[in-house]
């Protein structure tokens, strides 16, 4: 029994309702979920900049950054006043909505106590009181995970005997990191979410090696296997083999579905397409086989499988837009791949990409070490 043959059984032997839903599945979930949140996407891309009312007389670190985060965001034109004129500029009737800064911000802040930025809105425009608002939750989130992390290493360090700057000012820089939001704003609801199931359904195909693993043990089909010149590794490998045809026919037909039927721009970057696919079809599979040698049911499998990349594709962002649990999500392969996918999408090359791949590349490693000695573990008493 050659190598060959063992994938082209494998094949043949799948599922024929899970093979069919590969394939049809992630392309309606597509269209779905792109369609339902297109206006959410492409709302602050044809609409004009909001007239922003801000007041900030803070002159401390804080106010500083806040200033440069507004300035740096396209989707305002700020008009400034001081702190008196505010409200009566508010009530005149050209402003929806404006942003209040005191004076004393930054010394609160320094002082470890609570501070307020005021979002002011007079209900003529939801819309941009709603994109203010969000935008004033992301300084306001960032900002406070920063100093917390800061002010934190303060007290080990003084608890260690060490004097440390003020959290503001440690090391010369600022605590607050003015990042970019998100890679939402420049991709189309198509774009977004074609990459984010693409990621998903990559993982799910992890499944149908651990449910052939385990099915092929209970009716021992892996010892009747083992009885012709083929090795345990062989055997294995022919289930990754397989797996690969499979995600890889899943990855193009939604690659080329997605571009034809929704005018939807993989980028330039072949390589860099193909080494993120690559590396999360590698996690992938590695899961199906570190599961499916810890437990001794498909239904166990399944249930926990499905669980885990719900819960990842969840707290990254996949399947809304928005990470539901930011710092959370940061740490998933969902979050890695599609940040990997999106920045292909936008033009950049693999070299571009290769700091979001890295973690992928490690993920892949250290599963592939764990499952490689479970799977010896696990074949050794059957």
């Known amino acids: 029994m050659t190598f060959i043959t063992l994938v082209l059984n494998d094949l043949k032997n799948r599922n024929k309702v899970t093979f069919i839903l590969l394939f049809v599945m992630p392309l309606v979930m597509i269209a779905l979920m792109s369609y339902a949140m297109r206006p959410v996407f492409e709302s602050g891309k044809h609409s004009p900049p909001v007239l922003l009312l801000y007041s900030n007389e803070d002159k401390g670190t804080a106010g500083i950054a806040l200033d440069q985060f507004l300035s740096e965001q396209k989707t305002f034109n700020l008009a400034r006043v001081n702190a008196q004129r505010l409200r009566t500029e508010l009530a005149g009737g050209k402003f929806t909505v404006a942003v209040k800064v005191p004076a004393d911000f930054s010394a609160k802040l320094n002082r470890g106590k609570q501070a307020d930025i005021e979002v002011i809105q007079s209900g003529g425009d939801q819309q941009q009181e709603e994109i203010t608002k969000s935008l004033i939750e992301s300084f306001v989130s960032t900002y406070n995970t920063e100093t917390g992390i800061a002010h934190a290493l303060q007290t080990a360090n003084n608890s260690a005997g060490k004097s440390v700057s003020p959290p503001q000012q440690a090391g010369g820089q600022n605590f607050v990191r003015l990042t970019e939001i998100g890679l939402t704003a420049k991709l189309s609801s198509y774009q977004y979410f074609a990459a984010s199931m693409l990621v998903f359904f990559l993982l799910t195909t992890g499944m149908g090696i651990g449910v052939t693993l385990i099915n092929e043990r209970q009716e021992i089909i892996f010892q009747r296997i083992l009885a012709f010149p083929v090795t345990r ?7 990754v083999a397989s797996n690969i ?8 037909t939604i690659i080329l579905f997605t571009h034809f039927a929704f005018k939807v721009d993989w980028g330039t970057s072949l390589p860099g397409l193909i080494l993120t696919i690559g590396s999360v079809v590698a996690v992938s599979a590695a899961i199906g086989i570190v599961f499916s040698n810890l437990v001794n049911s498909t239904k166990a499998l399944t249930t926990a499988l499905t669980l885990l990349f719900w819960f990842m594709t969840f707290i990254s962002g996949g399947f809304t837009g928005k990470s539901m649990l930011a710092r959370a999500g940061d740490f998933t392969v969902n979050k890695w791949a599609f940040t990997a996918l999106a ?35 696990r074949v050794a008493y059957e």
């Open 343 to 377: 920045n292909v999408m936008l033009g950049k090359g693999t070299g571009e990409i290769i700091g979001f791949l890295i973690p992928l590349f490690v993920a892949a490693l250290v599963l592939w070490l764990i499952g490689i000695i479970t799977y010896h573990r």
């Open 245 to 252: 045809i499979l995600a890889g026919l899943q990855a193009a």
């Open 233 to 239: 590794i062989q055997y294995l490998l022919s289930k």
